[in-house]
Nanobody, 121 residues
Framework: QVQLVESGGGLVQAGGSLRLSCAASGRTFSVNAMGWFRQAPGKEREFVAAIRRSDDYTYYADSVKGRFTISRDNAKITMYLQMNSLKPEDTAVYYC??????????????WGQGTQITVSS
C-alpha cells in the first residue's frame, strides 16, 4: 500500500555530514509516523529517529541525540535525516520506515530497501 525509497547514502569521513531522504508513495494517507532504523553487520536492527506526521513531534535514540535531525516536507510526503558529526560506529545500512501507529519506536508496517552509510576512520 505504501512504497518507500531512500536516497543520499554514501561514504564520508569521520566528523562529516550526510543527508538522507525517504520518498513515500501509494496510499500515504494511512501513514501517521515515519522513522529511520539502521543495521550494522553482525548487529540487530536498531531504532535511530522518528517523526509524527500530525504534529512533527520527534524522538531520537540516545546514540544520535545532538548529532542527527529528522524532519519532513509538507509539500511532499518526504522525510529527511540530517546526520552531522558522523562516527565510524554510525556505519550501517539505514532503512526508512512508515506506519499507521502514532508510536515513535514502532511497530512500522512499511519499509524501504535501505541505503548504505560508511564512515571512514
Amino acid at each position: 500500500q505504501v512504497q518507500l525509497v531512500e536516497s543520499g547514502g554514501g561514504l564520508v569521513q569521520a566528523g562529516g555530514s550526510l543527508r538522507l531522504s525517504c520518498a513515500a508513495s501509494g496510499r500515504t494517507f494511512s501513514v501517521n509516523a515515519m522513522g529511520w532504523f539502521r543495521q550494522a553487520p553482525g548487529k540487530e536492527r536498531e531504532f535511530v529517529a522518528a517523526i509524527r506526521r500530525s504534529d512533527d513531534y520527534t524522538y531520537y535514540a540516545d546514540s544520535v541525540k545532538g548529532r542527527f535531525t529528522i524532519s519532513r516536507d509538507n509539500a511532499k510526503i518526504t522525510m529527511y535525516l540530517q546526520m552531522n558529526s558522523l562516527k565510524p560506529e554510525d556505519t550501517a545500512v539505514y532503512y526508512c520506515a512508515a506506519g499507521p501507529s502514532r508510536m515513535m519506536t514502532g511497530p512500522y508496517d512499511y519499509w524501504g530497501q535501505g541505503t548504505q552509510i560508511t564512515v571512514s576512520s
